[in-house]
Structure formats: C-alpha cells, structure tokens
C-alpha cells in the first residue's frame, strides 16, 4: 500500500466510519422524495467543496485529469430529474455550507474522499434501482466511472504519492478530516 493511502486510511478510519453510520439508506431510498433529500445532502457539501478544490493550487495540476473527477454538474443534472418526477419542483439548493480555502495538499485530501465516495455511490445506485433510478435518469452523480472506477482510483492514489512529500501527507489528512467533517455535520444536523 502506498504512503498517502496508508496515512489518509490511519488518518481518517474513524470519521469515515461515522459518516456511513450516519447515511441511512434505509430512510433516504425509501421512495424518491427520500431520494431527492439525500441528493440535496450531497450537493450541498459536494458543490462548495469541488469549488474550493478547483479554487486551489490543483487547477494547475493537469495530470489529475480534475475536471474529469468533478461531479457537481452531474448531481445538478440528478437533481433536476428527480424533482421533475416530483410534486415539489423546488431546487432545494439554498443550503449550501460554507467551505474554507484549501491548501494543495489539503485539496487533495479532500479529492481523496470524493473520488473514495464513487465506491459506495455503486452501492447507492444499486439500491436506488427499485425507485426507477438508472445513470441515466436520476443516478449520475453515484454511477462513478463505471468500470473504470477501480482504475481511476489507483491513477489518482498513485498520483497523490507522486506529488506529496512524505512530509506533507499530514496536511493531506487535514484536508480528508475537513472534508469528511462537512459530511458528518451534514447528515447528523438533517438525520435528526
């Protein structure tokens, strides 16, 4: 296993933990009212979040392929296909949380739970099948790569080795905590 994945995995075992208890699939897919909500959930950490990383010094890195691995416009275009199957037409984006500017290092720390979180999307779009929802109508943003999610994963873990100095892998960390902390707040405050 590389040093970063080792680090970001020792690093953030716990809170990662925490944020899956905290998803209830159970609640959120159990018609698609529930899944409009968990929708609204992501996007409002996943939109302020891809805007700060795009906002940081990983713009610059062009073997990342970062605005390939950016999702926001995909869990927009969901959003939009669901509520239009949906009495309530409204776009439910007013909620949006509040994002801190990121370090490089930071950023790809954060990149690093996105990109994680195209794993359990699998799971979610599988679940999500008896309401209707396919990549193409409503499930987008939890389709991942495809068959090339495994692939992209190891790109970019073995390109955070070959960017971060073993020195700046705690900052890295940092980064995934913050980001994992958005999501924990936001499905803790909402859940309840």
């Given at each position: 296993?590389?040093?970063?994945?080792?680090?970001?995995?020792?690093?953030?075992?716990?809170?990662?933990?925490?944020?899956?208890?905290?998803?209830?699939?159970?609640?959120?897919l159990g018609d698609l009212s529930g899944y409009r909500d968990l929708l609204l959930r992501f996007?409002?950490?996943?939109?302020?979040?891809?805007?700060?990383?795009?906002?940081?010094?990983?713009?610059?890195?062009?073997?990342?392929?970062?605005?390939?691995?950016m999702r926001s416009e995909d869990i927009r275009n969901d959003l939009t296909t669901v509520?239009?199957?949906?009495?309530?037409?409204?776009?439910?984006?007013?909620d949006l949380i509040a994002v801190t500017e990121m370090t490089m290092e930071e950023a790809v720390g954060?990149?690093?739970?996105?990109?994680?979180?195209?794993?359990?999307?699998?799971?979610i779009l599988r679940e999500a099948g008896h309401l209707g929802i396919t990549p193409a109508l409503g499930g987008k943003f939890f389709?991942?790569?495809?068959?090339e999610t495994g692939a992209m994963w190891k790109q970019f873990t073995n390109w955070a080795d070959s960017v971060l100095a073993a020195d700046r892998l705690e900052c890295a960390a940092d980064g995934a905590d913050q980001c994992f902390s958005y999501f924990l707040r936001q499905f803790q405050i909402t859940s309840s």
């Open positions: 296993m590389s040093d970063f994945l080792t680090v970001m995995r020792s690093r953030t075992s716990d809170i990662h933990s925490q944020v899956e208890r905290e998803i209830s699939l159970e609640k959120h996007a409002s950490i996943w939109i302020p979040v891809e805007e700060s990383i795009k906002a940081s010094e990983l713009r610059n890195c062009d073997t990342i392929e970062l605005n390939r691995r509520k239009s199957r949906l009495s309530d037409r409204s776009s439910g984006l007013d954060a990149l690093y739970v996105l990109e994680g979180s195209r794993f359990g999307g699998s799971v389709s991942g790569y495809g068959k």
